[in-house]
Each structure stands twice: as C-alpha cells, then as structure tokens.
C-alpha cells in the first residue's frame, strides 16, 4: 500500500515536516509495512522555504536585511544551486511576526528588506526567483522592495518618499534609471495563497490593512496612495495590473513584482508541489493525506489542501485531511477532492494544549484513519 503525506505547517506548532513526520508514525503503528511517502507542503506563505529545501536538497542561506519597519533583521532564503533558483519568503523580511502586535504600522511598513534578498539572490547568480509573499506586515505596494533594486521613487520636490504606503500619496515621478540591470535576466515566480488586486473593496488595504495595524480612516488613506502609486507605474510602465489576481498579495507586493518584474503569479501551492514532485509522488498511490491548522471555507483560495486534492483527484486517488481545528464551510472541501476531514482534538482542550501536543494527537488521529481505513477495505 501506498500513502502519500503531503501537509502544510501547523501555525505555532509544527513545521510540514514535522506534521508529516508524525502522520507516518501514526499510520505505520496500523500499517507497518506501506510504503509512506513524505512530501511537506507549503502555499507561498510560512514554511515554504523549508519545504522546498527538505525535498530538492537545497541550501539554506541567511542575510541581514531592513526588517519591516527599518531595524536589522536577519532573514533565511534558499538555494538551489543546480537550478540557479532562490527560494525567498517575503515574510522573512517584511513579515508581520517581525511586528510585535502594539507596534504594527501598515502605513509606516517597508518592503525593503525583501529587495535586498533578491538583490542578494542577484548576487548569488540567480536565474530563477520563486517569491513566496505570504504573511507580511507591509501595505506599501511593493514600494520598498524596487527602491532596494534601484527605482527611484520622488515627490514633487525631488526628495526620496518616505517609506511605508502612505507616503506613496506624495509620489510624483517614478525614475528608472538606476533599477537593477540584472533584473532583466531573472525569471520571477510569485507563490501565493491569495488572488486579491491592489486596490479597492477586496484590495490589500481594505482586506488585510487592519490585520496589520490600519484603522478604518487609514484603510481608505492606504487605498487611494496605492491607487495613485499605480497610475503613475501605469504612466512609466505602460501597463496597469492593478486590477489582476495576487496584485494585492503581501500588501501589494504583488503589484510590483508584476508590474517592474514581469513576474508571473501561480498558486503558492502549486509552486511548491512542482518543486517537490508531488503529482510523480501521487501516480500509483493508494490515499493522499494533507492537513494544516485550520481547515474551512478559505482552503477553498489555494490553500495546501485544495492544491494537494486537486492534483489528487487527477489521477483518482482519495484524500482524507487531518486539520488542527475544522473551521466554518469546511464541508465544501468535499466538491473538490477532499473525501474525509478529522480535526486533532480528542476532547475539550485550550489552543495551547493543542498546539503542545500535535506530535501525539496527529499520530493519535493518523492511526484512527488507518484502522477505519483498514476495516472499509476488509468489507470491500
């Protein structure tokens, strides 16, 4: 028999590997002889770094960069060397766990550090950049990101914006005179888990701003400075891609990398289940297994299960997901590849508890799959 584990992280808890690691061990408990096949997963936000690198055996490479708001951060970025590829996680430099809570500022926030990392990606002789920007503390537009490459963003009296997205109401004249020649070369691959465009009802600022520290009256203020900051890219560029899925990704780095990248925007997941392997992994299997935190309606936008269901239902195979909690409209799942769902809890528990013993409930539920598993195929 054959089973593919193929699960994101669980936030606060376990890495993929480590979620994938203790659904082996529960299935072997009830199936000692199959042939488990592990595959972490990631869909462009946390994690995917580490996904990617467990299993193309790359190197992990660390910088010090600008952090969101200007202190030094040091963030980790991977490499693939055969390849010439550069795994970078925006959220290692521009993420919101590098904000404590009282501090967040989506006005004040800066992309900058994530320029830096593909600068050094530049550096390091990159011909292939997957950026995965999920996570981020940043509501800027990406703008942080091009200055580091090279571009020139100028106010009325030729000064340098300040940084943060609300400054990008000042912005007058885009100079591309200095933007990284490099950057011409390089291949950019955008890994997310939302489709969102840049600005209005459904936009970066309106969607994510107050999860990042925007009031409602700074919301509307963010909105209209990336509105204008498009026009004038729209005016040097000659190419609006405001309104396109993922342009609102990360705050609206998606924007940017679209607009002075040319990059292209796929599903986090299905990034990462190129790189991994993962539809060679499910040919010939008997079940597919993901997971992740928190299963619900929004799985549905790209989220690993869905990515994994869908690749699994390609070739026929069943998938059964094993989640930390069972989330409102998780049901829907069902239409779309998804078979069976557990959540981790064994009886009443704080989140905390929850989080601290993962290891022993995902083997606990691994095993209850196998032995329902094994007594369906018995009767069949």
Avoid at 89 to 94: D, Y
Avoid at 186 to 212: E, M, T, W, Y
Avoid at 287 to 294: A, P, T
Wanted: proline share 5%.
């Amino acid at each position: 028999m054959k089973i593919v584990i193929a699960p994101d992280s669980f936030k606060d808890s376990l890495s993929a590997q480590g979620v994938a690691d203790a659904i082996a061990q529960g299935l072997a408990e009830v199936w000692p002889d199959a042939q488990l096949v592990k595959c972490p997963m990631a869909d462009g936000g946390e994690g995917t770094v580490e996904s990617i690198l467990a299993a193309c055996e790359g190197e992990l490479r660390r910088t010090q960069v600008r952090g969101p708001l200007g202190a030094a951060v040091e963030a980790a970025w991977g490499w693939l060397p055969q390849s010439h590829t550069a795994i970078i996680e925006m959220a290692e430099a521009s993420g919101l766990q590098l904000v404590p809570p009282g501090q967040r500022d989506a006005c004040l926030s800066s992309t900058f550090g994530t320029g830096e990392l593909i600068r050094t990606a530049l550096d390091a002789g990159a011909q292939r950049v997957i950026l995965a920007i999920g996570g981020s503390a940043t509501n800027d537009g990406g703008a942080g990101a091009m200055q580091a490459l090279g571009v020139k963003l100028l106010d009325a009296q030729g000064q340098t914006l300040a940084p943060g997205g609300l400054a990008l109401a000042q912005l007058a004249r885009i100079d591309m005179s200095e933007i990284d020649p490099r950057l011409a070369e390089v291949r950019f691959d955008i890994a997310a888990d939302v489709n969102n465009p840049l600005c209005g009802p459904h936009g970066a600022s309106a969607i994510f701003g107050p999860q990042k520290g925007a009031s409602p009256e700074q919301v509307q203020q963010l909105d209209n400075a990336l509105g204008h900051f498009a026009e004038r890219c729209a005016q040097v560029l000659n190419n609006d891609v405001r309104d396109e899925p993922g342009s609102g990704a990360a705050g609206g780095l998606g924007f940017a990398a679209k607009a002075f990248l040319g990059a292209q925007f796929k599903a986090g997941v299905e990034v990462v289940a190129e790189l991994v392997g993962l539809d060679d992994a499910v040919k010939g299997a008997d079940l597919v297994i993901s997971g992740e935190g928190r299963f619900d309606a929004q799985t549905l936008r790209g989220k690993t299960p869905f990515g994994v269901a869908r690749i699994a239902r390609q070739h026929g195979v069943p998938v059964i997901v094993i989640a930390g909690t069972l989330g409102q409209g998780y049901q829907a799942l069902y239409e779309h590849g998804i078979d069976a769902a557990f959540a981790l809890a064994s009886g009443p528990m704080t989140l905390e508890q929850a989080c601290a013993e993962a290891p022993r409930l995902l083997r606990e539920r691994a095993s209850d799959v196998a032995r329902v598993w094994r007594v369906a195929a018995r009767k069949a």
